[in-house]
């Protein structure tokens, strides 16, 4: 199966930088998109970044400008580049693959990590 694992995350203090990577491991096929989601205490989980396999990319309005997802897919690699942090940036970010869904053969196709802490505080 896909495991995700990510990485980078830590305490910053607002108006600071962090960039987050995601390992994959297991089957893993470049041709899938790719995201960054975060889940602040008592939050949805809520999309931050998305990227393609052809490297288009989507943000989230409230980091649009600040924060740039990009992807390795020769060593299934996706990174946050996460700048001018701001407290309400403090969430536990989880990397995510979309791949195919089989329901027929109970497949979901959407693959998460474990989710690595950002706290953005002075």
């Known amino acids: 199966q896909v495991q995700l694992v990510e990485s980078g995350g830590g305490l910053v203090q607002p108006g600071g930088s962090l960039r987050l990577s995601c390992a994959a491991s297991?089957?893993?096929?470049?041709?899938?998109?790719m995201g960054w989601y975060r889940q602040a205490p008592g939050q949805q989980r809520d999309l931050v970044a998305r990227i393609t396999s052809g490297g288009s990319t989507d943000y989230a309005s409230s980091v649009k400008g600040r924060f740039t997802i990009s992807r390795d897919n020769g060593e299934n690699m996706v990174y946050l580049q996460m700048n001018s942090l701001k407290p309400e940036d403090t969430a536990v970010y989880y990397c995510?693959?979309?791949?195919?869904?089989?329901?027929?053969?109970?497949?979901?196709?959407?693959?998460w990590g474990q989710g690595t802490q950002v706290t953005v505080s002075s």
């Open positions: 995510n693959v979309k791949g195919p869904r089989i329901p027929a053969l109970g497949i979901d196709g959407d693959y």
């Open positions: 297991g089957t893993f096929f470049s041709i899938y998109a």
